[in-house]
């Protein structure tokens, strides 16, 4: 069941994409400033509480409609079901428009209309950035997002749907991601504002549901890419300080990217880490500086490991039904 209700949802996805400012997202704005007017009152134990309210109860009912569909109406509502979860938790469209608009600037030569929509996109300034610099950051949000709307939501959703838990996992996964940007930025430009306390769990708890995702969009990276190269990037960058803490699983994503498609990216440090490891490398197994061909790359990467990881539950799936 979870192979058709992903392959279904992947397909709706991507003839149907699921509009900006639609009635599900507004309603999980809404939800979660209401969990915060409620119950965050400035304490840690607050902040929690907030945050189990915001998360955990909505992949609650959404467990709950699938069991009660699954024994009371048949499994094949449960299924649809599930694909209604997935198509509203998961997807490329939903990321997809902001690189393809920067890369057809890119390679038009209109840098500065580049520049614009990264700013646009990412909320960063851009405007003094070269044209590699923006290539480098275009590559490596492309793939976090990637991770966050697909790989990450997968993960989950199999994960629990193995254990009979439905479309939990993906509720899950989309509402712990979103809450840690979302409630800081409540905080910053709306009232009433969310505390420290609340957005220090969001952050923390964020953390911990990424730590497994993030391995396995690492995985496929080094699969369908370099596996030695990314391999020894992620090994490379878990041996860092910057590893440990809230932005840790983004770094290991982006440390394993750069591996798959032999390319420079990452933070500084990691960046330090690559030279001096490539002062005992031949020349030809330098990194490349990022150009304009590698957003191609980077577009068959995430494309491969989406197939890799369906193939993989296609045959799974096969497996039981044989079995």
């Given at each position: ?71 009371f ?31 057809d ?7 500065e209309?580049?520049?614009?929509l990264?700013?646009e ?40 749907a ?5 479309p ?23 009232a ?18 990424d ?21 020894d ?15 840790g ?17 990452g ?9 001096q ?5 031949p ?23 989406v197939?890799l ?15």
């Amino acid at each position: 069941m979870s192979f058709f209700s992903i392959l279904l949802a992947l397909l709706i996805e991507q003839a149907r994409p699921l509009a900006r400012g639609n009635a599900v997202h507004a309603g999980m704005r809404s939800w979660l400033r209401w969990v915060v007017r409620k119950l965050d009152a400035g304490e840690t134990s607050h902040g929690w509480l907030a945050w189990g309210f915001a998360v955990l109860l909505p992949s609650g009912i959404a467990l709950l409609i699938y069991w009660l569909l699954y024994q009371f109406v048949g499994w094949p509502l449960a299924m649809l079901w599930n694909v209604a979860v997935l198509y509203v938790t998961l997807g490329f469209r939903q990321f997809s428009h902001h690189f393809t608009a920067i890369r057809d600037a890119l390679e038009a030569g209109n840098e500065e209309e580049a520049r614009r929509l990264l700013a646009e996109w990412r909320q960063i300034d851009a405007s003094e950035l070269p044209p590699r610099e923006v290539v480098r950051h275009v590559i490596e949000f492309s793939v976090l997002a990637a991770h966050r709307h697909v790989f990450g939501v997968l993960s989950w959703f199999i994960v629990l749907a193995v254990l009979g838990l439905g479309p939990a996992g993906a509720v899950l996964y989309r509402l712990a991601e979103f809450v840690t940007r979302y409630w800081p930025h409540v905080s910053r430009r709306q009232a009433p504002s969310v505390s420290d306390a609340a957005c220090g769990a969001a952050s923390r708890a964020w953390s911990w549901v990424d730590w497994l995702p993030a391995r396995i969009t690492a995985l496929g990276f080094a699969v369908v890419g370099s596996f030695e190269d990314a391999v020894d990037n992620w090994r490379r960058y878990e041996s860092l300080p910057e590893s440990e803490g809230v932005g840790g699983n983004d770094g290991l994503i982006v440390a394993a990217t750069a591996g798959a498609i032999n390319v420079r990216l990452g933070t500084t440090a990691m960046a330090q880490a690559e030279t001096q490891a490539q002062s005992d490398m031949p020349a030809a197994s330098a990194r490349h500086e990022p150009q304009l061909a590698h957003l191609r790359s980077i577009v068959g990467l995430v494309w491969r490991s989406v197939v890799l990881w369906m193939l993989l539950l296609a045959l799974l799936t096969l497996a039981r039904l044989i079995g």
